[in-house]
């Protein structure tokens, strides 16, 4: 019996929304002739393409195994971790898999005196008088993580994903289920390759 051969999915419909992106992608106005209607209906292809690949739910893309480590690690195994895995960030997880915290590059680097800025939600609450946040200090993966967690669900598109990460300017989000127990982690390069490939 032969192998089934994958099919390929449907090319995406493409809608008046993506002639307009298409359209603002021209460089010039001009008359429309057989080979300007064909550019933009391959521009406009590449935008449909594109959105079908950030309509998807982040659980199709998400990295399922993940390294986390326990509130009470020790920072050099943290550390070790994010060089041994060549990762930028870890979530701090209980026995049960619940997301504590996340512990990232800046969160050490902050520790050994690189300082971290500030947001302007910081600043802000500075001048209706808060305090600035302080870089804390400690010995363990506890004392320094980011908490509460940002995270999202498996069936958030991938483009609110995105558009997360891009306002915290962070660079992954743990993925947690409806009891909040760590499922998957999605980071900016994941969402890169997904776009590379559509």
């Known amino acids: 019996m032969a192998a089934e051969t994958p ?3 449907p090319e995406p419909e493409v809608s008046t929304d993506d002639f307009q992106a298409a359209l603002r992608d021209m460089p010039t106005y001009v008359d429309v002739t057989a080979d300007d209607l064909h550019t933009l209906y391959t521009l406009a292809r590449r935008y449909a393409r594109a959105r079908r690949g950030t309509e998807r739910a982040v659980r199709e893309i998400m990295t399922t195994e993940v390294v986390t480590v326990n509130r009470d690690a020790d920072l050099h ?3 070790r971790a994010l060089s041994e895995h060549r990762i930028s960030g870890v979530p701090v997880v209980d026995a049960a898999r619940h997301v504590l915290g996340v512990v990232s590059e800046a969160d050490l680097l902050a520790l050994a005196g690189m300082p971290r800025g500030h947001t302007v939600r910081d600043l802000l609450r500075h001048l209706l008088g808060e305090p600035l946040p302080a ?3 400690g010995t363990t993966a506890g004392d320094v993580m980011t908490a509460p ?3 999202v669900a498996p069936d958030t598109s ?7 990460l891009h306002a915290r300017h ?3 989000l743990p993925v947690v289920d409806r009891d909040q127990r760590l499922v998957g982690i999605i980071s900016r390069g994941d ?3 997904v776009m590379s490939t559509q």
């Open 191 to 193: 969402i890169v390759k």
């Open 149 to 151: 967690a940002l995270t």
């Open 77 to 79: 195994d943290v550390a």
């Open 158 to 164: 991938i483009q609110q994903a995105a558009e997360t």
């Open 170 to 172: 962070i660079k992954r």
């Open 7 to 9: 099919m390929e999915p």
């Open 135 to 137: 870089h804390r200090a």
